[in-house]
């Protein structure tokens, strides 16, 4: 199930701690931007049934962690992107990718690395 953007910025500091009680996350989602707790433990129950966290309830406080790694969650989206969006075309998503920001040398070198890859055959 896709995570809705809310539900990323939770995922996110799940990723980020790799795991945390809700009281946690209120605390870290905090910084970037006023959100109510009870919005918080919401959305995160919510996320318990989409699959996309698992709560341990074995303490009084129950502690979240995320279904899925980081990786995993962004090749899915990715993925639906793709083919939402750019008719299954991973060019063209790379494309309007490097348009829209500046890519630095670093990341440059990435995608050629990777690129290197993909043609030898060895992805």
Known sequence: MKPTV???EILGVLWRLGKATVRQVHTELQKAKPTGYTTALKLMQIMVEKGLVVRDESERTHVYR???KRKVAQRRLVADLVNRAFGGSAAELVLQALSHKRAS????AEIRRMLDEYEGGRR
């Open 66 to 68: 995320p279904a899925m």
């Open 6 to 8: 809310a539900e990323l």
């Open 105 to 108: 040398r670093e990341e440059i």
